[in-house]
């Protein structure tokens, strides 16, 4: 009597959690298992937004590409990696550090050893932040030949996972977006970037809060050089094409940098790396420097990436 009570209990046990699993992998509420996407069901995959660490790391395992893009937020929003080929990808992520661009560097080799060429995007808030990493890196995903064990029980079979699911079905019934929140090639999509920025003062306020920032640890900021620098020294050693790139931003945004501690993080940026500063390259140039072409005073639109600075990269 107690074995077969003990096996029912084990066997309802294990039905819960495959029934779990499958509604999670269908919700995908991470985008880590690329699901299908229903209208009015999972098609905004809201929650995704702030897992862009995980669901890009795994991104890089399933995609392969031969030409990807890191950076932070700048790079996220505004380069479609499709300008530089089909089998591209932007695996850049918000608030990104040199020692996360690191991690994804050396990812996107061993996703794929072919790997042609990488594309840095690179800031000055990058450096002058005091901190290493954000939440949600996770240098064992990174180094990884596939999700890890602990992703995927995270993603499927936790409390967590579930109620993300049922919050994405939720805002998805709510909201009835038809857009998704990522394109397939990693970019956050225009349509959800528009509604990013649609709120008082968007334009002004990251400049206004970066004016805050405490200064950085020296020990940190010789960290950050050394990581820089070790994507430099990896792409060399596999014979990868390096592009290093400082995206512009407003003049607004521009004058709130330090001008001697830009200049000195600039000099000792090329001194490790040939840099293609676009930021001062077209600080003075009204027909970039214009609030149509950015999100807010720190983040290039698309089109204006596009237009201007594509054409200089390839």
């Given at each position: 009597?107690?074995?077969?009570?003990?096996?029912?209990?084990?066997?309802?046990?294990?039905?819960?959690?495959?029934?779990?699993?499958?509604?999670?992998?269908?919700?995908?509420?991470?985008?880590?298992?690329?699901?299908?996407?229903?209208?009015?069901?999972?098609?905004?995959?809201?929650?995704?937004?702030?897992?862009?660490r995980?669901?890009?790391?795994?991104?890089?395992?399933?995609?392969?590409?031969?030409?990807?893009?890191?950076?932070?937020?700048?790079?996220?929003?505004?380069?479609?990696p499709?300008?530089?080929?089909?089998?591209a990808?932007?695996?850049?992520?918000?608030?990104a550090?040199?020692?996360?661009?690191?991690a994804?560097?050396?990812?996107?080799?061993?996703?794929?050893p072919?790997?042609?060429?990488l594309?840095?995007?690179?800031?000055y808030?990058?450096?002058?932040?005091?901190?290493?990493?954000?939440?949600?890196?996770?240098?064992?995903?990174?180094?990884?030949?596939?999700?890890?064990?602990?992703n995927?029980?995270?993603?499927l079979?936790?409390?967590?996972?579930?109620?993300?699911?049922?919050?994405?079905?939720?805002?998805?019934?709510i909201?009835?977006r038809?857009?998704?929140?990522?394109?397939?090639?990693?970019?956050?999509s225009?349509?959800?970037?528009?509604?990013?920025?649609?709120?008082?003062?968007?334009?002004?306020?990251?400049?206004?809060?970066?004016?805050?920032?405490?200064?950085?640890?020296?020990?940190?900021?010789?960290?950050?050089?050394?990581?820089?620098?070790?994507?430099?020294?990896?792409?060399?050693?596999?014979?990868?094409?390096?592009?290093?790139?400082?995206?512009?931003?407003?003049?607004?945004?521009?004058?709130?940098?330090?001008?001697?501690?830009?200049?000195?993080?600039?000099?000792?940026?090329?001194?490790?790396?040939?840099?293609?500063?676009?930021?001062?390259?077209?600080?003075?140039?009204?027909?970039?420097?214009?609030?149509?072409?950015?999100?807010d005073?720190?983040?290039?639109?698309?089109?204006?990436?596009?237009?201007?600075?594509?054409?200089?990269?390839?």
């Open positions: 009597m107690w074995r077969k009570f003990f096996l029912s209990t084990i066997g309802m046990f294990l039905l819960m959690c495959l029934s779990s699993a499958a509604f999670n992998f269908a919700v995908d509420p991470y985008n880590v298992w690329q699901s299908n996407r229903t209208l009015g069901f999972n098609f905004f995959a809201d929650i995704s937004q702030h897992h862009e995980l669901f890009k790391a795994v991104a890089l395992i399933n995609q392969r590409p031969n030409v990807v893009v890191i950076g932070n937020s700048k790079a996220d929003f505004a380069i479609d499709q300008l530089f080929g089909e089998r990808y932007n695996a850049s992520v918000r608030n550090q040199p020692k996360e661009l690191l994804f560097a050396r990812a996107a080799v061993r996703s794929n072919n790997l042609e060429r594309i840095v995007v690179v800031d808030e990058m450096f002058a932040i005091d901190r290493e990493s954000m939440t949600g890196f996770d240098p064992e995903q990174l180094s990884a030949e596939r999700i890890t064990v602990k995927f029980f995270a993603t079979l936790t409390t967590d996972a579930l109620a993300d699911s049922l919050s994405t079905i939720k805002f998805n019934r909201m009835q038809d857009f998704p929140a990522f394109d397939p090639d990693g970019k956050f225009e349509p959800a970037l528009y509604e990013l920025f649609t709120f008082e003062n968007s334009f002004t306020r990251n400049s206004i809060e970066m004016t805050h920032w405490a200064p950085v640890d020296p020990i940190v900021s010789r960290r950050k050089f050394d990581d820089f620098n070790a994507i430099v020294k990896l792409c060399r050693d596999h014979a990868i094409e390096l592009t290093v790139v400082i995206l512009p931003v407003s003049r607004y945004h521009f004058e709130r940098y330090p001008r001697e501690r830009y200049q000195l993080w600039q000099k000792k940026l090329t001194s490790l790396a040939p840099v293609k500063d676009f930021a001062s390259i077209f600080i003075n140039d009204s027909t970039i420097d214009d609030e149509k072409n950015f999100w005073a720190a983040h290039l639109k698309a089109r204006a990436f596009e237009d201007y600075i594509c054409p200089m990269l390839k």
